[in-house]
């Protein structure tokens, strides 16, 4: 009964649409393969709402395994839902389902049960003992490099856990192919060490160690000599060359081919888990009890013509103004953290560089490896993850908080709303320490004698200066600590979970649901968790990989860990959720297509203005005399007279050799004594306008390719579309046929009985027939 109110597709006959061809060497995809026994492959079915008027339409070999254990689960839960527990003849019919019954807490629990223990087979030979098979073959470590049973997951937990799993293998898979061609990046910036001219000149005696820099901060830093950041420079020769272009280039067409081929994937699974026709307004659009607790107005439904509750609109416009000044007030605190994490960075470089650089303390093998820059960095990294972190743990409740306060109508709504506000939140915590270093570090300095400081010239903190490696080092640095500490810290609260065996309870003393009530709750917001995790790293992976190309590689160890993790919880951990259907992964997808065009201007300006790649294009095809890098660190490098320099931007301790007139510092400037100086050079505006030129025309190939592509990749399989032009020419011909057969025992079985009518009574009484 139910499943024809719910609409349940089923199968009435056996596909005759042929498979595709063999996949040529598809034999070495067996060793990831499950076996058929696990897997337990289907024949296709064309399938069409169940009826239950029309019993002898339907393939069905056994009632009783007809449908699904995910199915008869969802139905359970649809007539609890909508079960009243007031007595008859009262008005307040309010009082209806188990929802309401939980919120008010009459009862403390309510959810389906596990077939069996995780660990062992059900005693029942008749049981599938699904759950122990999900463990054994999916859940376990051991079987990371397998497939996953996708449609035994679908069967057992619903196709949204479904579509989950499916779209976080998805991902995964594709990772592997950037995490490739990240590491062949980084192996070219490795295997490049002997032709980088730039980090051998820094490191000459002669070049690097004669050339005198400005003080990077005022009074506490001295004049230092350049060779002292020679490591720097070939660390950030391996994130900072040639092969980083391409690289970003090639990330920019794979975010456009993965979320294509996930389209594909997912029209796939649409039609293949009778999902096509399903409408979220089914099951997702149905008032939260929240809402029907806290909502004391009512009014006219038209539809329904029946009362229900609703939300005054002065009411809606306040609790929305009150939840935006709350997302607000939280950001601007996420802002003026950064501020205060980057005026740290301005007050501490000083103590690093008075420390590590001072030649009278015994510290000179420490600072050969550990410049005042990377110093800064790290330590600045650390403190603002901890900050995101602390952050995070406030702000998620918050989020759930404001939430609730606009009493959303529907969980759909519920979703969506927290989802923005969520990701809003995450995006800002997450990446602006990023932007700050990508974009705005070493961009407005100044120069010697005219330097720019933080809130004024009164605050004495002078902004920070890039590396003579460049700044994209520096944004490695913290794009590592940031992802990595994200993604370790995740990692440890799994593994600390606290863990609910359920070995102590065994089954002849205990009940499945004893077993089961001691499980974890799996709330309706569990796989927003996993999704919003997700989503961040991908944001992490896109927007600036151009610094870190490694970054894929990380990802996909962490994915191949973060499936058998969440996979162990769901059979281990947590109760059976209650099975929802979904077709797809919600409005994920959408941010995800944002995030998927935002990365490519930012991997462009990271390029243009946070890589020295442009200037030294510039110098190569449009300076050099010798058309080779040679030379190039003198020629990036402006001069300034010492003896210009004020009094409050001098160092304290003037070690540096006194037969020295100038220092040098990172600017296209003219010296001094020309009739322009401290002027920018016209060298200055030929690279401007070289980086501005390849933001554009990087922008403009990327996005053309990215729309080729996604113009040339059909959003739906041609195979599935003729499976579903199939299905509804087969649904009318069957539909049709079925009527016709039917009308005509009809027919048949009323003209016997007219015929019947028509004989003599008298005529059978005297054969001996009694007629009544």
């Known amino acids: 009964t139910y499943a024809d109110v719910l609409k349940v597709k089923v199968p009435f006959k056996e596909s005759d649409v042929p498979h595709g061809q063999d996949v040529p060497l598809e034999w070495l995809s067996h060793p990831f393969r499950l076996p058929d026994h696990v897997m337990h492959p289907q024949p296709d079915y064309f399938t069409y709402p169940f009826d239950k008027n029309k019993m002898d339409f339907f393939l069905i070999n056994d009632k009783d395994t007809f449908f699904p254990p995910s199915t008869r689960n969802r139905i359970v839960f649809y007539i609890l839902a ?12 309010d009082k209806t389902g188990i929802k309401r019954l939980l919120s008010n807490g009459t009862y403390t629990a309510a959810f389906p049960l596990h077939d069996c223990r995780y660990w ?27 497939e996953q049973p996708l449609n035994l997951i679908r069967k057992y937990y619903g196709e949204k856990i479904g579509i989950y799993f499916a779209w976080l293998g998805f991902y995964t898979e594709m ?20 032709v980088n001219m730039s980090s051998k000149e820094i490191c000459d005696a002669d070049i690097g160690g004669s050339i005198l820099m400005c003080p990077l901060c005022d009074k506490k830093c001295p004049f230092w000599k350049l060779n002292s950041t020679c490591l720097s420079s070939w660390q950030s020769h391996l994130f900072d060359n040639e092969g980083t272009v391409f690289f970003a280039i090639f990330m920019g067409i794979w975010v456009t081919l993965f979320l294509e081929f996930w389209k594909r994937r997912q029209a796939r699974l649409e039609y293949e888990w009778d999902l096509v026709d399903f409408e979220e307004e089914q099951q997702q659009l149905q008032i939260r009890p929240e809402f029907e607790i806290r909502c004391t107005n009512r009014r006219l ?119 923005m506000k969520m990701f809003l939140f995450q995006f800002v915590n997450y990446y ?45 640095t913290q794009l590592v600590i ?21 070995r102590h309870n065994p089954e002849n003393h205990y009940s499945r649901w004893e077993q089961d009530h001691v499980l974890q709750n799996f709330s309706q917001l569990g796989l927003f968790y996993e999704y919003l995790e997700m989503v961040v790293q991908f944001g992490f992976i896109t927007l600036f990989v151009a610094s870190f190309p490694l970054a894929p590689l990380l990802a996909l160890f962490n994915n191949i860990l973060e499936i058998r ?124 306008a070289a980086k501005m030129a390849f933001i554009i025309i990087m922008e403009h190939v990327v996005f053309v390719v990215k729309f080729f592509v996604a113009w040339m990749i ?17 649904i009318q011909e069957y539909l049709h046929n079925y009527e016709v057969e039917r009308l005509k025992l009809q027919l048949s079985a009323s003209f016997i009985t007219e015929r019947f009518k028509c004989v003599d009574v008298h005529l059978l009484e005297k054969y001996g027939w009694k007629c009544i």
């Open 432 to 476: 602006s320490s990023c932007f700050y270093v990508a974009f705005f570090k070493g961009k407005f300095v100044g120069y010697p004698g005219k330097y720019s400081y933080m809130f004024g010239n009164s605050t004495k903190l002078r902004n920070e200066e890039c590396d003579p490696g460049g700044c994209l080092i520096e944004l490695t």
């Open 565 to 688: 993790v969440d996979a162990w919880k769901f059979t281990t951990q947590f109760r059976r959720p209650v099975a929802s259907k979904a077709r797809n992964i919600g409005a994920w997808q959408e941010i995800l297509n944002a995030v998927a065009i935002l990365s490519v201007v930012t991997n462009a300006f990271i390029m243009a203005f946070t890589s020295d790649m442009i200037p030294r294009m510039v110098y190569l095809y449009a300076y050099s005399k010798e058309a080779s890098m040679r030379g190039y660190i003198n020629n990036s490098l402006s001069i300034y007279n010492i003896s210009q320099i004020p009094k409050e931007n001098m160092p304290e301790d003037d070690w540096f050799d006194n037969s020295t007139t100038t220092c040098r510092y990172r600017d296209y400037r003219y010296p001094p004594g020309h009739q322009k100086e401290y002027t920018h050079t016209m060298q200055f505006w030929h690279i401007l």
């Open 120 to 146: 062992k087979r059900a005693r029942n030979a008749e049981c599938e003992s699904e759950r122990f098979n999900l463990y054994k073959h999916w859940a376990r470590f051991l079987c990371f490099y397998k």
């Open 714 to 730: 059909p959003d739906v399989p041609s195979d599935v579309k003729a499976r579903f032009k199939r299905e509804r020419y087969l």
């Open 175 to 194: 990772l592997f192919f950037a995490a490739v061609m990240g590491f062949i990046c980084f192996t070219y910036g490795l295997l490049s060490y002997d």
């Open 482 to 502: 940031v992802m990595a500490g994200k993604q370790l810290w995740g990692n440890i609260q799994e593994a600390l979970l606290p863990s609910r065996k359920g």
């Open 82 to 93: 909508r079960c009243p527990y007031f007595k008859e003849g009262r008005k307040d019919k």
């Open 301 to 419: 439904n038209r539809i329904t013509q029946e009362m229900e509750p609703y939300l005054p609109v002065t009411s809606k416009c306040a609790r929305f103004c009150l939840s935006g000044a709350t997302v607000i007030f939280w950001i601007s605190l996420i802002v003026a953290c950064i501020i205060g994490v980057i005026a740290y960075r301005l007050a501490v470089y000083a103590a690093f560089a008075s420390i590590i650089k001072d030649p009278m303390r015994k510290i000179q093998l420490v600072g050969r490896f550990i410049t005042p820059q990377l110093a800064t960095s790290v330590t600045a990294s650390c403190i603002n993850f901890v900050i995101i972190m602390i952050l995070n743990f406030f702000y998620e409740r918050v989020a759930i908080w404001i939430t609730d306060m606009e009493i959303p109508k529907t969980h759909l709504e519920y979703e969506n709303r927290l989802t």
